[in-house]
């Protein structure tokens, strides 16, 4: 169904879940803070698998899709055959893992902080690339790892900072940041796995299985003292909408993949990271958003030079906006260093 690398609809798409996925962090943090953690977790993966759920029995009840998708042609069993299934355990059981570190890192840190640590994912896939396929990285895709370290470092610089150590441990001790890169840790190696997952099965099969598999794992939290109970009342709307939008964005982002190539994709995904720090600032009063906003554009400057081997003017026109964002990026973080002193200054 491919139409080429930059099909119109694609891009579309893509730039949709981009768009949609700023949305989700949005309401998954307005759905976790002040609640319980586990159980609203689960919560938010069951109601994905049951709107992904309703959604293919719709599309069974149309007579032709149903040898379109591997998993009407051959049958739930006959879908996971072929090696399928323990794969998808051990993809599904990391992603698990993940999706539990990202909620968490939601809940307790800033939407304009944990957005922009996505680009670590590609950097961490360095490391499982070599690990698996002994894959050894080019001079460019080193560079674009420079940039998300130093876009990301920042992101949290501040005047007082002498040496990039200090920047270093700042960014480390912030809120939601281990867990957010253990979380892309872990997503460097299902992104492989998802990969020949979705070349054995079909998009929307594998992310009906995906959904599926994913709530099953999150359902045995609820087996844990205090967290068993009903939906709960308090916060239905909100995961609810978290659940609707989490649907929209697997949805649009395995629709695209069917249009353009996934590396197009993955990167104008990675785009919405600049949104959400704005999103962060709107919604929750996130401080230093122009730094923030000026290191996330730096980060992703450098996740898009991993993914494309851009030459001449593209190039250029890249390393221009980074130096400029990583400029902006320095100076306001000094405005806010010296109005800070300010405000202390005229403290009694």
């Known amino acids: 169904m491919s139409t080429g690398p930059l099909s119109s609809l694609g891009l579309f798409f893509a730039t949709a879940a981009s768009i949609t996925n700023v949305g989700f962090d949005v309401a998954a943090k ?6 319980n953690f586990l159980q609203t977790t689960a919560w938010i993966r069951i109601s994905v698998a049951v709107l992904l759920s309703v959604l293919l029995a719709g599309l069974w009840l149309h007579t032709p899709n149903r040898s379109s998708l591997a998993l009407f042609r051959l049958g739930l069993f006959g879908t996971l055959r072929g090696g399928v299934l323990p794969v998808l355990l051990l993809s599904t059981g990391l992603v698990t893992a993940s999706i539990l570190l990202y909620y968490r890192s939601l809940q307790v840190g800033s939407v304009s902080v ?6 670590f994912t590609p950097v961490f896939m360095l490391g499982t690339g070599y690990l698996f396929f002994h894959h050894l990285p080019s001079a460019r895709v080193i560079a ?3 940039l998300i370290l130093l876009g990301s470092l920042q992101a949290h610089w501040k005047r007082t900072m002498r040496t990039p150590a200090a920047a270093v441990v700042a960014f480390l001790r912030e809120k939601g940041v281990g867990t957010m890169l253990t979380a892309c840790l872990l997503l460097s190696v299902t992104n492989l796995l998802d990969k020949w997952l979705v070349t054995h099965t079909d998009a929307l099969s594998y992310a009906w299985l995906y959904a599926v598999m994913c709530a099953l794992f999150t359902s045995c939290l609820l087996l844990i003292p205090g967290t068993a109970g009903f939906f709960p009342a308090a916060n239905r709307r909100r995961i609810l909408v978290a659940s609707l939008l989490d649907t929209t964005v697997l949805l649009l982002y395995f629709a695209s993949l069917q249009y353009i190539d ?6 104008i995904k990675r785009s919405g990271m600049v949104l959400s720090v704005i999103a962060g600032s709107f919604f929750f009063g996130e401080r230093n958003a122009r730094q923030r906003l000026a290191a996330a554009s730096v980060v992703l400057m450098g996740v898009l030079l991993m993914y494309f081997d ?15 964002a990583s400029i902006a990026a320095v100076l306001t973080a000094r405005r806010a260093s010296q109005e800070l002193s300010d405000v202390e200054a005229l403290l009694p």
């Open 30 to 35: 307005r759905a976790l803070t002040g609640r």
């Open 262 to 267: 996934a590396v197009v994709t993955v990167a």
């Open 114 to 119: 944990i957005a922009p640590l996505f680009g």
């Open 310 to 324: 851009l030459r001449g003017w593209p190039l250029i026109s890249l390393i221009v906006v980074a130096f400029g």
């Open 144 to 146: 674009g790892v420079l």
